[in-house]
């Protein structure tokens, strides 16, 4: 059974710092792209962040770039978001995605998200 579990969302004061981690079963965990979305109240999901399966490459949203950090441990089956210099605007459920493509077979999971609220 294909798992991604989210933790580590919560409320923080603007300017402060979270950890996420998202940790997967179920499937071959090294093998597949880990993103971190976000989604907030009447919005669409968007990309925050991706990493590829060897950690080699990451992307971030330029909304996010130089404040968040995404990084795996294979080992662990688990992939971090590292999110300093919070604001307002970074509230949102943030949830835990992974994609494989093999052939013409596309692999894509989902994480139930974790709350994060940043308000004073």
């Known amino acids: 059974q294909v798992q991604l579990v989210e933790s580590g969302g919560g409320l923080v004061q603007p300017g402060g710092s979270l950890r996420l981690s998202c940790v997967a079963s179920?499937?071959?965990?090294?093998?597949?792209?880990m993103s971190w979305y976000r989604q907030a109240p009447e919005k669409e999901r968007a990309l925050v962040a991706t990493?590829?399966?060897?950690?080699?490459?990451?992307n971030y949203h330029d909304s996010v770039e130089g404040r968040f950090t995404i990084s795996r441990d294979n080992a662990k089956n688990t992939v971090y978001l590292q999110m300093n210099s919070l604001s307002p605007e970074d509230t949102a459920v943030y949830l835990c995605n992974a994609v494989w493509i093999k052939g013409i077979g596309l692999y894509n999971y989902w994480g139930q998200g974790t709350q994060v609220t940043v308000s004073s």
């Open positions: 179920g499937f071959t965990f090294s093998s597949y792209t």
């Open positions: 990493i590829t399966s060897d950690g080699g490459i990451r």
